[in-house]
């Protein structure tokens, strides 16, 4: 009897497909530079990536984070100084560097694992019924799913059949939009009202809205690329394993017989 893999490359769950793949560990770092928890989100580290999301959201809305950056932004520094709520903004800070050091750290040991996985080639499951879901490998476009994400945050994941996350990112993108009354600013804007669309905008909400959205973007697509590749290893795995004994062989590209 076989024994189980250390190491298995992939798992289906009712919450969708988690995998080990090889990272680029300073893209890694910068997006929780970005967005602290999205480059452990990136990691298929979903628990601990939205924990992070979360203390994101609360302390810079505490400390003020995206406040003073607008002054600062506007050479305002007194009203920078004046706004930030210093009993929050040194954890917030420590907080942010822990992330973007935790992601980094963690995408080497991942590439290491998944090297590790790749020479296991433990089978990948391409189907699991669920009493609540049906999760499966297949292939899909990376761009459909840029396109998704780009129109509305999270409905990428949910292309993607990452059901919770998806959910998750569609809640919080109508809680930016609707604190930051960004359509209505977008409506304004479009009719011709500048000034109107000025006065109704809240900056603070506004500023985590294109993090949110590049993120999720660029998720989706990396998602996208990898569910591909996952599956053409499955079908490679399922091919090799019926057909080991066949006495046919495959042309290369050169057309001579192997």
Not at 14 to 39: C, D, E, I
Not at 52 to 57: F, I, K, W
Not at 137 to 163: D, K
Request: a positive charge.
């Amino acid at each position: 009897m076989k024994s189980p893999s250390r190491r298995p490359m992939a798992v289906l769950s009712t919450f969708g497909v988690t995998q080990l793949h090889r990272q680029n560990p300073y893209m890694v770092a910068w997006w929780s530079a970005v967005f602290p928890g999205f480059g452990h989100l990136l990691l298929n580290q979903y628990l601990r990536g939205t924990l992070l999301t979360l203390s994101e959201v609360i302390i810079n809305t505490l400390a003020h984070i995206n406040e003073a950056m607008i002054y600062s932004f506007c050479g305002q520094f007194e009203q920078a100084k004046s706004v930030l709520e210093p009993r929050w903004a040194f954890g917030y800070l420590l907080t942010y560097l822990i992330a973007i050091w935790d992601s980094y750290r963690s995408s080497l040991n991942q590439n290491k694992l998944f090297h590790l996985a790749s020479m296991e080639n433990e089978p990948i499951p391409s189907l699991r019924l669920f009493s609540a879901e049906i999760q499966y490998v297949e292939q899909r476009r990376p761009l459909t799913a840029i396109a998704f994400s780009f129109l509305f945050p999270g409905t990428g994941q949910l292309y993607n059949h990452r059901f919770g996350l998806a959910f998750y990112a569609i809640f919080w993108w109508w809680v930016y939009a609707s604190l930051s009354h960004a359509y209505e600013a977008l409506m304004y804007l479009l009719i011709g009202q500048l000034s109107k669309a000025n006065q109704v905008l809240h900056p603070h909400w506004l500023l985590f809205m294109p993090s949110v959205m590049g993120g999720s973007v660029y998720h989706s697509y990396l998602t996208t690329l990898e569910h591909n590749k996952l599956f053409a290893l499955e079908q490679r795995q399922h091919l090799t394993g019926r057909y080991r004994s066949s006495e046919v062989r495959l042309l290369d590209g050169a057309g001579a017989g192997s």
